[in-house]
């Protein structure tokens, strides 16, 4: 067997390994996803109203906090070299 034969070979065989490595893989994932419990609709809306209102509170407390340390670190040195 020459070199090009071996490479032939040997690429046949890679391109097997990895189709069914693909295949075992997408299985393998269809059959977790069917393992899963999924939230019911009423679980989902809580859940999506607590983010909103908590992305909300977490805004306005970092909104905050910038415009104090602003007022302090900004506003208050330029006072100090006047």
Known sequence: MNAV???????????????RGTREFVLESYAELHKMTWPTVPELKRATIAIVILAVILGLAIGWLDKLLSLLLVDGVARLTR
């Open 5 to 19: 034969e071996t490479t032939v070979a040997h690429d046949g065989n890679a391109l097997a390994r990895a189709i």
